[in-house]
Each structure stands twice: as structure tokens, then as C-alpha cells.
């Protein structure tokens, strides 16, 4: 099982990004993919979460309104998109996934909110 996040960086107040997380070694299309996030001193929370097929989804209500999960099972990927960043929005987000029983992550993408 692989996982990897792409798509952080450096963006203004306001701004927006669509984070990607490309999954291999596991059916992609059969599994809950959640996105967690942990800012500087703070505790890894939790996201959103897209269900499998047909793909329901919850988000924290911090980012409500504001973020959108989705994913492409065409391609193994899913993604956040994120509009009207903050500051407090500044963190290293992960993708993750439980497979058979095990919880797996990604390694990471940095967002950086700041002007």
C-alpha cells in the first residue's frame, strides 16, 4: 500500500489549492480515503473523509464549506480542494487510508498560509 500526497505550497490569505493523494498496491475504488492535517505544535485532526463508491463525504468543522474531497477512481487519487485559506490552515497534510485492517499514510504535503 502507497500513498502519496502532492499539490502543498505556499499560498496567500484567501487563496486556494487542490491537494492530490495517488493510492497503489490496494483497490482503490473499495476503501474510505480520510485527509488529516497536523499544524505547527498541534495535534494531527482529522479533515474529510470520502467514502468508496458512490462516495459520501464528511468534513471537520473547521474546514466545512470551505474544503471539498473528491476522488477519480479512474485514477487512483483523490483530492482536496481548498478555498479561502488561513492562517490556521497552515499545516502538513496527510492522506490516509485503513487496508485490511492497517492504517496507512502518506508521507506528507506542507501547506503554508501567509502573506
Known amino acids: 500500500v502507497q500513498l502519496v500526497e502532492s499539490g502543498g505550497g505556499l499560498v496567500q490569505p484567501g487563496g486556494s489549492l487542490r491537494l492530490s493523494c495517488e493510492a497503489s498496491?490496494?483497490?482503490?475504488?473499495?476503501?474510505?480515503i480520510n485527509w488529516f492535517r497536523q499544524g505547527p505544535g498541534k495535534e494531527r485532526e482529522w479533515v474529510a473523509t470520502?467514502?468508496?463508491?458512490?462516495?459520501?463525504?464528511a468534513y471537520a468543522d473547521a474546514v466545512k464549506g470551505r474544503f471539498t474531497i473528491s476522488r477519480d477512481n479512474a485514477k487512483n487519487t483523490a483530492y482536496l480542494q481548498m478555498r479561502g485559506l488561513s492562517r490556521e490552515d497552515t499545516a502538513v497534510y496527510y492522506c490516509?487510508?485503513?487496508?485490511?485492517?492497517?492504517?496507512?499514510w502518506g508521507q506528507g504535503t506542507q501547506v503554508t498560509v501567509s502573506s
Open positions: 490516509g487510508a485503513r487496508v485490511r485492517r492497517n492504517d496507512w
Open positions: 498496491g490496494f483497490t482503490f475504488s473499495d476503501y474510505a
Open positions: 470520502i467514502s468508496s463508491v458512490p462516495g459520501s463525504t
